[in-house]
């Protein structure tokens, strides 16, 4: 019993309702309409990825068949008969070398999907080989204060995810730690709002491009004489400042509105204003900030792809990137299942935001 | 039946030759309030006078929008004074300060304190020389009081209307203001709760005698309650119509009340001010 309230606890808070619909079927603790809702909750979803597959395969399938009937046209034109009967049978046959490259199918991209995890787990023992044979080495090296060898080698899918989490969540935390005692200030006080009114109006709209060329403009000349790799520092900047207005204003909203009585009970009381700002206008304005603070999470995750593709910085954007101007045969399937990897997470990211403003906040907020 | 106009202006009287500081608890003197608005000034009061002595109970009513919330919120130094002056026992106001509790109509507890922590939020700002227990043990007394056991570490926003303005009360006498404001604290209860509400809110009264001003659209309620029902005239340049005694003994019951002979000739008095 305990436990399933504990688990209902934690479904709700991730807004993750229907699983305790799940539990309760099998628990078989059911009335009429929570059979109805689970269906609903449940078999409306999986049967809609189920379609979605389904559409996806056939699309796919028209764009490859369309692709090759345009080679084979393409070959008789200008090489003869000969050629393109070949080319045909080429085709049939699966060879690699003659595919036509278009949207891969949802097979496809589950070969990749299986294919990037193996060669993360070659990787991976790769990388602790290495650390065994140089464990001894770099103890040493590390006696003698010289810098221990480090692995040079590719990283692995996963560490691309890995590397673009940090520079994610480092970004998350800049704007937070500038946007929020920033909104706060301009919430409180009517001047610095119109000091910096036209500032959030000008720089709000800005494309994440522009603002990692001038991280790049300031960082690079900052670290000039440092010769490590800047990429990481610029496009987590880059992703700070491009994504902390929706906090910046939100705060400030926040802040600005607080409840007339609430501000009344404060002065009757005569806080000073630490106890006020803490006990009273923080607390009220806490759900405008987690609205802000979920909206800056996943516009930084969006922008993140773009600027480590600028940046050069070895996560999922340079991933995709590269994929891209690759254009090798499964290019194009790998691409799709980073778009997958890319969407869940940002999900996931969403949800984990929602389960801690609901742990902290006096106003529970349902997913949408 | 009394309808006097109180004529007390000293600030001190003297009694077989002892001089005790002034009866008078809240002076408004010649009050106004103008409110500037798009289509030119409002006056909303003005040559408001009025006396309320200490330990009185003083309810006051008038048509809505006649200026009573913004008569009481000059008194309680959240509205700037256009003209004249207040003062509590002969100093001006100047701002809100704890000297003047305030319930507000809304409960207005912060939402995500509990009970205890939102009456200790003015209890630890009043009493900060107080050791922790101490502050405590007030809180949980006043929180005793209004028949809040049980509930001290409820969040107020768990709380029915009800209970939350219980713990309203709790926090206003919690404080130990010399006068409390009351803003039509019970106007959004429904008639049993606010029955029950004025039971402990006069229960409390009784004991600590601090001067209270209630404002109040219900005229058994304020006649129930007070020892003066003030009547403001319909705005605007609103100001003080009558005052009207109410001379039953304290403690008051409901019952003795409805049955007593002046209760009906109270009721006209109000009624016909009202309705005139
Ligand atoms: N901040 C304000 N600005 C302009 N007019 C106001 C303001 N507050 C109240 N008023 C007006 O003043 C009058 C008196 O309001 P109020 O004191 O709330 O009345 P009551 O409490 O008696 O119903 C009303 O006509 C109201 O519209
Ligand atoms: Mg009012």
Not at chain 1, 82 to 110: F, H, R, Y
Not at chain 1, 244 to 265: F, P, Q, R
Not at chain 1, 320 to 348: H, P
Request: charge should be positive; hydrophobic fraction near 45%; glycine fraction near 6%.
């Amino acid at each position: 019993m305990k436990q399933s309230v504990t688990l209902n606890k934690v479904t709700q808070l991730i807004g993750m309702g229907f699983f305790k619909n799940i539990a309760n079927l099998f628990t078989g603790k059911l009335e009429k309409d929570e059979v109805k809702s689970i269906l609903r909750k449940t078999l409306v979803p999986i049967a809609s990825i189920l379609l979605f597959i389904g559409l996806w395969h056939a699309g796919a399938k028209a764009l490859y068949n369309k692709e090759a009937e345009f080679k084979i046209a393409k070959a008789l034109e200008d090489q003869g008969q000969a050629e393109a009967d070949a080319l045909k049978v080429c085709i049939a046959s699966g060879d690699s070398s003659c595919q036509p490259n278009t949207l891969p199918s949802p097979i496809q991209v589950w070969g990749s999907f299986k294919s990037l995890l193996k060669d993360h787990n070659i990787i991976s023992a790769d990388k602790a080989a290495f650390k065994e044979k140089t464990a001894a080495m770099n103890a040493k090296r590390i006696e003698q204060g010289k810098d221990p060898i480090t692995y040079t080698g590719r990283p692995s899918f996963v560490d691309q995810i890995v590397r673009s989490l940090k520079t994610v969540f480092a970004g998350f935390l800049l704007a937070l730690l500038i946007a929020v005692p920033l909104g706060i200030f301009i919430g409180l006080s009517p001047t610095l709002k119109s000091a910096f009114n036209w500032f959030i109006q000008i720089f709000k709209p800005v494309s994440p491009v522009v603002w990692y060329l001038l991280v790049f403009m300031i960082v690079k000349t900052i670290l000039i004489d440092s010769s490590e790799d800047s990429s990481f520092t610029i496009s987590f900047i880059s992703v700070g400042l491009c994504s902390m207005w929706a906090t910046l204003v939100n705060t400030a909203m926040g802040v600005a509105s607080v409840d007339k009585d609430y501000i009344n009970v404060a002065k009757v009381l005569k806080l000073g204003t630490f106890q006020k700002v803490f006990k009273v206008i923080l607390p009220s304005s806490l759900p405008l900030i987690f609205t802000g603070l979920k909206i800056t999470l996943s516009v930084a995750w969006m922008v993140l792809i773009a600027i480590e593709l600028l940046a050069q910085s070895p996560g999922l954007g340079l991933f995709v990137w590269e994929e891209f101007q690759n254009g090798a045969n499964d290019s194009n399937a790998k691409i799709i299942v980073a778009m997958f990897v890319i969407g869940i997470i940002g999900f996931l990211l969403d949800r984990i935001m929602l389960a801690i403003q609901n742990s902290v906040s006096f106003v529970k907020t349902d997913a949408i | 039946m009394s309808t006097d106009t109180i004529q007390n202006t000293d600030t001190a009287f003297t009694e077989n030759g002892i001089s005790y500081p002034s009866k008078v608890m809240l002076d408004l003197k010649d009050l106004k309030k103008v409110y500037p608005t798009p289509k030119g000034d409002y006056v909303v009061l003005e040559n408001l006078n009025l006396q309320i002595m200490r330990e009185e109970f003083v309810t006051i009513i008038g048509h809505s929008g006649c200026g009573k919330t913004t008569m009481l919120s000059m008194i309680a130094g959240l509205n700037p004074i256009s003209g004249g002056n207040i003062s509590v026992l002969g100093n001006p106001v100047k701002g809100p300060g704890p000297d003047r509790g305030v319930i507000f109509q809304a409960p207005s507890l912060m939402p995500w304190m509990t009970a205890l922590e939102n009456v200790s939020l003015g209890v630890n700002q009043v009493f900060p020389h107080a050791t922790k227990k101490e502050r405590l043990d007030i809180a949980k007394y006043y929180l005793h009081k209004v028949g809040m056991d049980g509930s001290f570490n409820k969040k107020a926003n768990e709380l029915s209307q009800g209970m939350q303005q219980r713990v309203g009360i709790a926090r206003a006498f919690a404080i130990k203001p010399k006068v409390l404001l009351l803003d039509e604290p019970f106007g959004m209860l429904d008639s049993l709760t606010r029955g029950e509400l004025q039971d402990i809110l006069i229960e409390i009264w009784n004991k600590e005698k601090i001067t209270a001003v209630m404002i109040t659209h219900d005229v058994d309620e304020a006649i129930f309650l007070a020892d003066k029902v003030v009547m403001m005239t319909s705005g605007p340049r609103a100001k003080i119509g009558d005052v009207l005694s109410i001379d039953f003994e304290r403690p008051r019951t409901r019952k003795s009340v409805l049955e007593h002979d002046d209760y009906y000739k109270y009721r006209k008095h109000l009624i016909d001010f009202l309705e005139h």
